[in-house]
C-alpha cells in the first residue's frame, strides 16, 4: 500500500498568518493515465469531511481562494494564506492513484 | 444537490453482522463509483470499499476482506455494505462517499453525515 505522511501532526496558527501542511507518498502518485489523484480534505470538529483540492491544486467549489494545492509526484502542500477561525480542524491527503486508496495521518489546525 | 443519507447503524456483539445502506439522490448514480470510509472514534479515516458505478467491479481494504460486502442497487439509488463477523476493531463512523470517477475509487468528492456503529459485547 501507498503510504501517505503528513506534517506536521498539530498545527497551531495565528489569525491572519499563512499555514502550509506538507503530504508526502511512499510511491509516485502519478497515474498511468497521466493525472495525479491526490485531494485534500478539510473536517471541521463534529463533522464530515468536505473536499478542498482535487488533482493536486484545483480548488472545489465554494472553497475561499486562500486555500491552494501544489506539487508533484510525491511531494505536495496545501496552503493557507491567511487562517481564519472557521479553518480550525483536521486536514487529510489522500490518494487515489493506487490500489489500495489511502490516506495522511491527519493534521489539526488550532488557533494560537 | 448532492444528498447521502446513510441508515442507521447501532450496537453489534462480536461476530455478529450488521447492513448500512446509503440514499443517494442529487446526481446519476450509476454514473459514479460510491465508497465506504470509516472513521474510528478520535481517530484518521480509513477507506474501506468501493464499488464501480454499474456494479461490477468491487474493491475491499485487507482489514475487511472476506468479512464485508459492498453492493449497489442503481434502480433504487442505494449503495450497501454488508458487515459480517465484526470485530470491536470495526467500531467506526462509516461514511458513504461518492466519487467523481465512474470505474473505481480515485476521487471522492461528497461525503454522507456518518453512521456509528459499535462492536460491543
Known amino acids: 500500500d501507498v503510504v501517505m505522511t503528513q506534517s506536521p501532526l498539530s498545527l497551531p496558527v495565528t489569525l491572519g498568518q499563512p499555514a502550509s501542511i506538507s503530504c508526502r507518498s511512499s510511491?509516485?502518485?502519478?497515474?498511468?493515465?497521466?493525472?495525479?489523484?491526490l485531494s485534500w480534505f478539510q473536517q471541521r470538529p463534529g463533522q464530515s469531511p468536505r473536499r478542498l483540492i482535487y488533482k493536486v491544486s484545483n480548488r472545489d467549489s465554494g472553497v475561499p481562494d486562500r486555500f491552494s494545492g501544489s506539487g508533484s509526484g510525491t511531494d505536495f502542500t496545501l496552503q493557507i494564506s491567511r487562517v481564519e477561525a472557521e479553518d480550525v480542524g483536521v486536514y487529510y491527503c489522500m490518494q487515489g492513484t493506487h490500489w489500495q486508496v489511502t490516506f495522511g495521518q491527519g493534521t489539526k489546525l488550532e488557533i494560537k | 444537490e448532492v444528498q447521502l443519507l446513510e441508515s442507521e447503524g447501532g450496537l453489534v456483539q462480536p461476530g455478529g453482522s450488521l447492513r448500512l445502506s446509503c440514499a443517494a439522490s442529487g446526481f446519476t448514480f450509476s454514473s459514479y463509483a460510491m465508497s465506504w470510509v470509516r472513521q474510528a472514534p478520535g481517530k484518521g479515516l480509513e477507506w474501506v470499499s468501493g464499488v464501480s458505478g454499474g456494479g461490477g467491479t468491487t474493491y475491499y481494504a485487507d482489514s475487511v476482506r472476506g468479512r464485508f460486502t459492498i453492493s449497489r442497487d442503481n434502480s433504487k439509488n442505494t449503495l450497501y455494505l454488508q458487515m459480517n463477523r465484526l470485530r470491536v476493531e470495526d467500531t467506526a463512523i462509516y461514511y458513504c462517499?461518492?466519487?467523481?470517477?465512474?470505474?473505481?475509487?480515485?476521487?471522492?468528492?461528497?461525503w454522507g453525515q456518518g453512521t456509528l456503529v459499535t462492536v460491543s459485547s
Open positions: 510511491q509516485s502518485l502519478v497515474h498511468i493515465d497521466g493525472k495525479t489523484y
Open positions: 462517499a461518492k466519487d467523481s470517477l465512474s470505474g473505481r475509487t480515485a476521487e471522492v468528492d461528497y
